[in-house]
């Protein structure tokens, strides 16, 4: 299918292409587009007949979205926008320099730029932000087969139609009634008397990440978002959703990588970029890790008179760093789903605990012998490793598992609290614990 558009796109068979892309499907039009260089590529979408245009156009990145608005002439960008759900408007709309909306948004319709200015209103990330406003809403009083007339004459222009919406005179949000509903009920049936009166709704202010969580906790296709009145504003759709959660996911990914956040793929984020989003996170995490070299330094006289404990170092480092890496990912991904809450943080302690020590434990009798058998070390200097190793894991742990939460209860994202930081952190108290064991026991031996 993809390779018949790009022959018929190489050959320039523009008349067959315009033929044929009728029976495509919208994102593979969208990928193929996505290959040709910018001069094709508008070339290309001009083709596309006005009813596909808009549906071809939604599946694009954004930074392509932009590049085809601004070759276009401005009367040709209005009707595409025109032609564009509600959501997908505003999301454009809002990445684009003021003075190019401006006069894009004088060639639009009032009520697709009504539309716009509603949503753009809302804060980032927020239900608000993300919903649209193409739904079927019903009056309370209409019967099944006004319902069906008015669905049959909107809906073809409404993102989604399988479940509508009940509203009284002053749009409050009355209940539900599906489609399959409509169908299946008596044409003079009033639609408050067939309607499902318990609906799930979340407001415009609500947390993206909060809205995903109700869309998937209820197994629903869309969710209707309301104001502090209970008034419908909008709806979003599980294929939005499906959107917030890969941009929170990349989004957790990069900050547990100690990475800046980016909107932009990898491929088409410049090497510049790349450096403004990394180098902050590294220089905090090389200061940070200044703290190890202090305290080498400041055990470097005891530990010189037993030398043989200094090249087990990385190996309790790396063991602290990894158990406190564990810990933390999980948390986080606890947190994420709203598993995990701060008024779990006892219990999470404990349960972490009792699982460090059945780690370290293990970890301790493994090494045991191998400093035994492969590293034929004294028993005094076994020993001490062994321990450290042990409260080393019950440490690193224990980091692992409350900073996460309490940075949340704070308001920070938790996957700051990652594994470079808690790494960084966890190594200065690996050593911390490893050099304090060695002295006293040292000591004590020697006494």
Not at 41 to 62: E, G, N, S, T
Request: glycine share 4%.
């Amino acid at each position: 299918m993809t390779e018949r558009m790009k022959e018929l796109i190489e050959q320039k068979q523009f008349a067959q292409f315009r033929k044929e892309v009728v029976e495509y499907n919208e994102a593979d039009v969208a990928a193929v587009l996505e290959e040709l260089d910018e001069k094709e590529r508008v070339k290309v979408f001009r083709l596309l007949p006005k009813d596909i245009a808009a549906d071809v156009f939604a599946y694009l990145p954004i930074e392509i979205e932009q590049e085809i608005i601004t070759s276009l002439s401005e009367k040709e960008a209005g009707s595409v926008i025109d032609n564009l759900y509600s959501d997908d408007a505003a999301a454009l709309v809002e990445e684009m320099p003021a003075n190019v909306v401006r006069r894009i948004l004088a060639n639009t319709t009032p009520e697709t730029r009504r539309d716009i200015n509603t949503l753009l209103q809302y804060p980032d990330d927020s239900a608000g932000s993300i919903m649209t406003v193409d739904f079927v809403d019903f009056k309370d009083n209409i019967t099944v087969a006004d319902a069906l007339l008015k669905l049959r004459r909107v809906g073809l222009d409404k993102e989604s139609v399988d479940v509508c919406y009940v509203l009284d005179k002053a749009r409050h949000l009355l209940g539900i009634v599906t489609l399959r509903k409509l169908i299946l009920s008596e044409p003079d049936d009033v639609i408050v008397d067939i309607m499902n009166d318990h609906v799930i709704t979340v407001k415009t202010l609500t947390d993206q990440e909060e809205v995903a969580r109700t869309i998937q906790k209820y197994d629903i296709n869309s969710v209707p978002v309301v104001d502090s009145e209970n008034r419908l504003v909008g709806i979003v759709t599980i294929d939005d959703i499906v959107d917030v959660i890969e941009q929170e996911a990349t989004e957790d990914i990069e900050m547990m990588a100690a990475i800046t956040p980016t909107d932009k793929p990898y491929m088409k984020t410049s090497v510049f970029e790349t450096w403004k989003k990394r180098i902050p996170w590294l220089l905090l995490l090389m200061i940070s890790a200044t703290f190890t070299g202090g305290i080498l330094s400041a055990f470097e006289a005891q530990l010189a008179t037993f030398p043989v404990l200094i090249a087990f170092i990385p190996m309790l480092m790396d063991t602290g760093g990894n158990a406190g890496g564990q810990a933390s990912v999980t948390i986080i991904r606890g947190l994420s789903l709203d598993e995990i809450h701060y008024g779990d943080v006892f219990r999470v302690v404990w349960k972490e605990f009792r699982v460090s020590i059945l780690c370290g434990v293990t970890l301790s009798a493994a090494n045991f012998v191998k400093l035994l058998l492969i590293d034929k070390v004294g028993l005094l200097v076994a020993f001490i490793i062994c321990i450290s190793l042990v409260v080393t894991v019950v440490v690193a742990k224990f980091v692992g598992c409350t900073l996460p939460i309490l940075a949340k209860r704070i308001g920070f994202d938790p996957a700051v609290m990652a594994s470079p930081f808690i790494t960084t952190i966890v190594d200065a108290l690996s050593l911390l614990v490893y050099c304090n064991i060695a002295i006293q026991l040292l000591q004590n031996t020697a006494g």
